[in-house]
Nanobody, 115 residues
């Protein structure tokens, strides 16, 4: 059974920073992709950033240059450093792990950016 545990959400003023963490546990294939998605009220869940176990990353246009995704393969942990936060970044952020056609989700952590 794979479990994802997120931490680091909270409330911050516009222009501030937050760092999200997500630790995966269980039977995890070493070749995988971890990432972050977000869902704002009334909107569909969208990709924020993903990173492969080889370190290749991809970002949504809306966060590129402000957010940085990284990972610690030894600890099966992925991080999202969020800088220059904007009110439109307000959402529930979900951690995701994918391997061998399987997809696992964390429970989500709230990020609120006030203007």
């Amino acid at each position: 059974q794979v479990q994802l545990m997120e931490s680091g959400g909270g409330e911050v003023q516009a222009g501030g920073s937050l760092r999200l963490s997500c630790a995966a546990s269980g039977s995890i294939f070493s070749i995988n992709t971890m990432g972050w998605y977000r869902q704002a009220p009334g909107k569909q869940r969208e990709l924020v950033a993903v990173i492969t176990s080889r370190g290749n990353s991809n970002y949504a246009d809306s966060v590129r240059g402000r957010f940085t995704i990284s990972r610690d393969n030894a600890k099966n942990t992925v991080f999202l450093q969020m800088n220059s936060l904007k009110p439109e970044d307000t959402a529930v952020y979900f951690c995701n792990l994918q391997f061998i056609g399987r997809s696992y989700w964390g429970q989500g952590t709230q990020v609120t950016v006030s203007s």
